[in-house]
């Protein structure tokens, strides 16, 4: 899900769309550190090598940003944005270029040398507001200051050798095809062999060329209706295009500073991809109905929600996440919605007409918002998934009245966390049956046999799963 007060951070600008700090066209300012004192090194560049520090700490990418760029202005915040979630996107096929120019390849080095050199290469490769000599310059400062002269001198010579090489950088292809597309698709390797199983190699080459682009902030009108928004971004001098699949959502044209929008601040709005507003869609709960929401943060669900339903009754087990949502509902003046935190494996409430449980995944639906999350996931995070999302599932059941609607959904497109969580619940609870939402909620081609099935490479939008399983009893 996407953030709801603050820039949508999967939407980076693209390439040369913020000048390099270095050139002081960014706030007006030359290089100085974060201390405000004279260096050569760009309070920028500091920023995200701190931040890929923290990734390789374990920590996750919003946070890491907030952490270290939020104190930027709103350019060098961007600039920032480019630059790191760039190069996490990039940074296999990075991998296998630097590899070829480091004695012993990129495995032998500190992980911190190695992002550095990343990073070098993203600017010297991506970045055409940056010139060579400021991508080389700064990056083997950065490796000086943090890992001594040594460093220094290897990043220096990696760098200009990738920059003279810049026409003929295309690493060796594996002779195996699975290899070869992780390779030029920058994603580990274990991923794309499960895709290619069941993809086969052209739409996983799709998948992940749709996960390596950027995702654009769709913006999701509240209290108005779109053509009333869309009048009013254009009076603002904002560019705005249809949204696929969900008519009334509008995508914010670049160079625009979301928060400083007056629409924004009269609560207009907030930013939703396409794929999560389908899944209220076709959870298609009866007006009227008293709504739990039991995996709420960050909240656009819930606030999705709220549009037609007496009460929303918001949970979160993590009071930091849920805090966000409450955040929103303030500046969206929102009124039929309570939150708690709580445990969606020990729900707090009874008796609802529906639930929506949007519980934790992997997230492989949303790589493109994400790209640190490929890099992070292994191969028993599956297990360790399904297993947590069947327990919330059958945790679930028992808060739902009869013959009311509880509605499964994630933004994994892996069929252990959607197929066969909802496959073992309806196995276990006779009492539930799979039921498809009413005609037209949502487009046909979104539908796999009653269930909501969303791909990237497919639809456009951000990967999603739903089904809807409704209780047995009088409606």
Same mark, same amino acid.
């Given at each position: ?52 520090? $923290?990734? %390789?700490?374990? @920590?996750? #990418?919003?946070?890491?940003?907030? /952490?270290?760029? =939020?104190?930027? !202005? *709103?350019? $060098?915040? %961007?600039?920032? @944005?480019? #630059?790191?979630?760039?190069?996490? /996107?990039?940074? =296999?096929?990075? !991998? *296998? ?379």
């Amino acid at each position: 899900m996407t953030p709801l007060d603050g820039p949508d951070r999967g939407a980076a600008p693209g390439a040369g769309a913020v000048r390099d700090p270095d050139r002081g066209g960014v706030g007006g300012r030359g290089p100085r550190t974060s201390s405000g004192r004279a260096s050569v090194i760009t309070e920028s560049r500091i920023a995200a090598a701190a931040i890929l520090a $923290d990734l %390789r700490g374990g @920590q996750l #990418l919003d946070p890491a940003f907030e /952490r270290h760029a =939020g104190p930027l !202005d *709103a350019r $060098d915040r %961007r600039w920032v @944005q480019e #630059l790191v979630w760039g190069t996490l /996107r990039r940074r =296999g096929w990075f !991998d *296998a270029v630097l590899s070829l120019r480091v004695r012993g390849g990129l495995v032998r080095l500190d992980g911190d040398v190695a992002d550095l050199l990343r990073l070098g290469a993203y600017q010297l490769l991506n970045m055409n507001s940056v010139p060579p000599y400021a991508a080389i310059a700064q990056t083997v400062e950065l490796a000086k200051q943090r890992h001594g002269i040594g460093a220094s001198k290897l990043v220096n010579a990696v760098l200009r050798r990738v920059d003279r090489e810049r026409d003929a950088l295309e690493p060796v292809t594996p002779s195996d095809p699975v290899d070869a597309l992780a390779v030029r698709g920058s994603h580990p390797r274990w991923l794309v062999a499960r895709w290619v199983a069941r993809f086969g190699l052209d739409a996983t080459e799709q998948l992940l060329a749709a996960n390596n682009t950027e995702p654009p902030t769709v913006l999701r009108p509240y209290g108005v209706v779109r053509e009333q928004l869309e009048a009013m971004l254009e009076g603002a001098g904002a560019t705005v295009h249809d949204a696929p699949l969900v008519h009334d959502s509008l995508i914010l044209g670049a160079g625009v500073q979301l928060t400083e929008l007056g629409a924004f601040k009269q609560g207009l709005f907030f930013v939703q991809d396409p794929a999560a507003t389908l899944v209220t869609q076709y959870a298609a709960i009866a007006p009227g109905s008293v709504v739990a929401d039991l995996c709420s943060a960050p909240g656009g669900k819930a606030l999705e929600l709220t549009r037609t339903a007496r009460l929303v009754i918001a949970a979160d087990r993590v009071p930091g996440r849920l805090e966000r949502l409450l955040v929103s509902c303030g500046r969206l003046d929102v009124q039929n919605m309570v939150a708690y935190v709580g445990d969606a494996r020990e729900p707090a409430v009874r008796g609802l007409d529906a639930v929506l449980l949007d519980v934790p995944c992997t997230g492989t639906g949303t790589l493109r918002r994400h790209p640190d999350a490929r890099w992070r996931l292994k191969t028993s995070d599956l297990a360790v998934m399904s297993t947590l999302q069947r327990d919330i599932l059958h945790a679930a059941a028992d808060a739902v009245r009869p013959g009311g609607l509880l509605v499964y959904s994630t933004c994994s497109i892996e069929p252990e966390e959607n197929d066969g969580p909802v496959d073992a619940f309806l196995a276990a609870h006779p009492d539930f049956v799979l039921e498809p939402p009413p005609e037209g909620a949502v487009p046909v081609a979104v539908l796999d046999h009653g269930r909501l099935r969303v791909l990237p490479h497919v639809h456009g939008v951000d990967g999603a799963f739903a089904a809807r399983l409704r209780r047995a009893g009088p409606i």
